[in-house]
């Protein structure tokens, strides 16, 4: 019934049923409303249709923004009622320039870093140049934001060229979370005969995506010698959408030829050592990391990562001796084989940038997971 009013009201918007042929339905089966939901549409028939030239309408005839993927999607910002349908309608025509919110860069002046960032959060990951000056640090680099615009171009430019340093809150976050030699802050890697081999560094980097509502990177690693294996190289899909407090990530290596142990973690920090949470569900772990510097005012920084298939085990393993001020990490535990795909999700929060304690992290993760059981299905 919801769906037919929409298509009444789109007659009544439009004065044209021809205008239907160009109509998607996106259904929420979910028990609750989703907020700023990225939708993804399936491009192939619109572009065909349109080419890139097109505009989204919701069905009060309000243009909607709108970006094509490198895989070839359409998506758009919406909000979605709890088990109902939301119509949308493409026309020809050319679509207003949006703000950018999803962003990722190389940054070949500091250490070939690369970092994206949404209005939730921003990462960093250790480039070439790192490594081979000798670098060992293998985890996500989180970088706290408290504003819902890009702001890392500017820290690096205020960095490197005015000695303005990224390590202190101007106004915006800053980077003040510690990595090491650990998963950091949601990495994963195998871990042959229960020893985690640390990916150093990424040897490439592919921006496939850069907003405005994701921005996609493909991440190849450099080749390491993996139990028998002489050369596996991993490669991940890292996705970060506007809104959303995780990062989506697709693993895969290329080189193995047997069915290995894959963990994914989170540090723990001798600050905080008892400010982890294991779900007894398997739905998420997280943590609230009290930062490198507590005394300074800097906040929490709140970890989470969400099982999009529950792990063989999740649990908190502590180091027999700290390693700088890292004293154990949370792993989950499972298996990857030759050519799977593995995917799960990871991301971050600020308490100066949206999240109100350990209590709302937890439920945001929650959310997220229960998200994933309720797919939204589209139709043309």
Known sequence: MDQIKSLALLVALFGSTELFATTVSVYNPAPFVRQGAIVEIPGEKILKSFGPDFIVYDTDGNSLIHQLTHDGKILVESNLPAQSTVIFSIEQGTPSVADTICIGQIRNDLQDD??????????????????????????????????????????????????????????????????????????????????????????????????????????????????????????????????????????????????????TGIVVHKQNQHGQVIDPQKRYVAYADLTDNPDNGNGVIYIGIVNAQAPESSTYEKYDEPLGDAVGQILNKTEIAPGEIYTYYWGSGWSKGGVRGVDDWTAKLARFHEELKYPLVVKF
């Open 114 to 263: 690369f970092t994206w960032e949404n209005d939730r959060s921003g990462y960093r990951l250790y480039g070439p140049s790192y490594r081979k000056g000798g670098g060992n640090v293998a985890g996500y680099d989180i970088w706290t934001k408290s504003v819902d615009y890009p702001v890392l171009a500017q820290r690096y430019v205020d960095h490197c060229q005015h000695g303005v340093s990224y390590h202190k809150d101007y106004g915006n976050g800053m980077d003040c979370y510690t990595v090491g030699k650990t998963l950091g802050a949601g990495m994963n890697a195998l871990a042959p005969e229960g020893e985690i081999a640390y990916p150093c560094a990424y040897e490439s980097c592919e921006i496939l995506d850069n907003g405005p509502l994701r921005t996609t990177a493909k991440i190849t690693c450099y080749p390491e010698k993996i139990g028998t294996d002489r050369e596996v190289v991993e490669e991940r899909i890292i996705s970060l959408d506007k809104g959303s407090w995780l990062n989506k990530t697709s693993v895969t290596y290329k080189g193995l030829s047997e069915k290995l142990p894959l963990v």
